[in-house]
């Protein structure tokens, strides 16, 4: 589901404290129960599991991941990570792989930890999945400072579904989630990481931003969907698409609904003129670390 975008990924890991206290605030108590069915598990059977109120329910990308999970399990095996775990519906659904062992989330906000806790339990997968409390890859708690050492060069995959970073080009977040799992990956580990289709060649760079490295493809995709600016979220990373390409990023891809490509740009404009949203793709890539840089 994400780690909380309250946060920036150029953050330096030393500031655990302050930037915990930006996700602890007063939330409603009132929780959704979404039932993700066996075929968007890709086979992996029904997950239910509880959304803290202040989270979105299983959003599109999340269902874009559960999917690449079920249909490419032959992908995952032994020991894995789930970074920035959510509700931790993506590590159960992993766990439910009989190859799987063991599932470590790793989450900066407090109450997802303890709901994806309990969401491992309610779906008969506690005995290997764990959650903990971390920023970036660092232990917030230090009890749970022993299970990253215990992964350290022991992970076989890690499996990821960050939200966009803000004020950058948007993959901050994914950046960081990469360059921090090299210490714990092993030798050709695949990486399952959500990115959405308006990044574009981005995409494919994530793989030269962090050497080791290797770019597979598109494991999963959506249809065409809107990249809905009703949400506050969305509409500030839409932002900041824009002002990326206007300081000299190269363009974002976008579709309008006729079919006409748009930029980022071109896509806020088309929105303040008529009010519709762009269209992208929730996408689901495959990467792969080589065990050296």
Avoid at 212 to 227: A, R
């Amino acid at each position: 589901m994400g780690m909380g975008t309250s946060l920036r990924a150029d953050s330096s890991p030393t500031h655990v404290a302050p930037r915990l206290l930006k996700v602890l605030r007063d939330r409603p108590n009132v929780l959704a129960m979404p039932l993700i069915t066996i075929e968007e598990t890709g086979g992996l059977g029904s997950i239910q599991v509880e959304v803290p109120a202040h989270r979105p329910s299983i959003t599109a990308a999340s269902r874009v991941c559960l999917l690449g999970i079920g249909r490419h399990r032959s992908l995952l095996a032994g020991t894995g990570i789930d970074w920035g775990t959510g509700s931790g519906c993506l590590a159960i659904a992993a766990a439910r792989i009989p190859e799987v062992d063991r599932v470590v989330g790793i989450e900066i906000d407090p109450d997802d930890v303890a709901v994806a806790n309990r969401n491992a339990e309610r779906n008969g997968v506690a005995d290997s999945v764990t959650v903990i409390l971390g920023d970036l890859y660092e232990a917030v708690l230090p009890a749970d400072r022993y299970v990253l050492v215990e992964l350290s060069g022991n992970c076989d995959f890690m499996i990821a579904n960050p939200p966009a970073s803000t004020g950058n080009d948007g993959l901050g977040f994914r950046r960081a989630a990469r360059q921090g799992a090299t210490r714990f990956l092993g030798e050709g580990a695949p990486v399952l990481m959500q990115v959405s289709y308006q990044y574009g060649a981005r995409i494919q760079r994530l793989a030269v931003d962090e050497p080791g490295y290797t770019y597979e493809g598109v494991l999963e995709t959506t249809d065409w969907v809107p990249f809905d600016l009703d949400r506050e979220d969305l509409a500030g990373h839409l932002r900041d698409y824009v002002d990326d390409e206007t300081s000299g990023g190269s363009p974002y891809t976008f579709q309008d609904h006729d079919g006409t490509s748009l930029t980022a740009t071109e896509a806020l404009s088309v929105a303040d003129e008529t009010g519709r949203s762009p269209l992208s793709k929730w996408q689901r890539h495959l990467f792969r670390w080589s065990g050296q840089k």
